[in-house]
């Protein structure tokens, strides 16, 4: 991201998609390009980022690849952990839009900042006066189901709620023990061929939480090239 604009993803892995979603080069890229030709969503999230004075708000830096998955999978259920302003959660919803169903099922638990004009000290933190996802289109809202709420007690939720899980994309800070428990706990949705996706920063490196998930589920995680994005493509689960 530049300092004072929005930038586009400018160098999508589309070989990122293909592994995990188990599909054609050709269809992952034509997905990928798809999601580059939606000028105008690009340009509604740009516009609002510049009114509260940031170029973003912390986000997974692959929301092409995420909108591909999506377009790819046709899942009923995404399951998505963090939002801040909304990018992802706007390209996941716009690929569910244009698969005509499925619901994107958003987790988040506010940062704000003390008062107007003082630093959270956290690059997620909400501005003044707007709530998670503010930068999402208002169209795209109606196959979202945003959950305020730490994840600990709203994943639990989801897990007796929903009957399956496609896609799993967690974009927050954790730590392995933690976020292991709520990996297991969500296991039993998603089936096979699901993916689940963990952000660990840039630069990060796996996580062992992920790890021991995807050996759990007979997988092997992929990395996102030039991000600490991994994630893998269930199978089997273990007996």
Request: glycine share 8%; with cysteine; net charge positive.
């Amino acid at each position: 991201m530049s300092s004072n604009s929005m930038q586009i993803e400018e160098d999508p892995d589309s070989a990122w998609v293909e592994r995990l979603a188990g599909c054609s080069a050709a269809l992952a890229a034509r997905r990928i390009h798809e999601a580059q030709r939606d000028v105008r969503l690009f340009r509604h999230l740009a516009r609002e980022h510049a009114r509260e004075g940031r170029a973003s708000y912390i986000e997974i830096d692959a929301p092409l690849e995420l909108y591909a998955l999506v377009r790819i999978l046709r899942p009923r259920h995404v399951v998505e952990v963090g939002v801040s302003s909304g990018v992802s959660s706007a390209y996941l919803l716009r690929a569910l839009e244009r698969n005509g169903a499925g619901t994107l099922h958003s987790v988040d638990l506010p940062k704000r900042p003390a008062k107007r004009g003082t630093p959270s000290g956290r690059s997620w933190s909400l501005p003044p006066g707007r709530e998670s996802g503010w930068a999402v289109p208002f169209p795209l809202r109606k196959r979202w189901d945003l959950r305020l709420g730490d994840k600990r007690e709203v994943l639990p939720l989801l897990a007796k709620e929903l009957d399956e899980i496609r896609l799993f994309v967690y974009d927050v800070p954790h730590e392995d023990a933690g976020s292991y428990r709520e990996f297991l706990r969500l296991d039993p949705r998603l089936p096979r061929g699901a993916v689940a996706i963990v952000d660990h920063g840039p630069g990060g490196e796996l996580c062992e939480a992920l790890a021991r998930w995807a050996a759990r589920r007979h997988a092997a995680p992929v990395g996102r090239t030039g991000l600490g994005l991994f994630g893998f493509r269930c199978g089997a689960r273990a007996p």
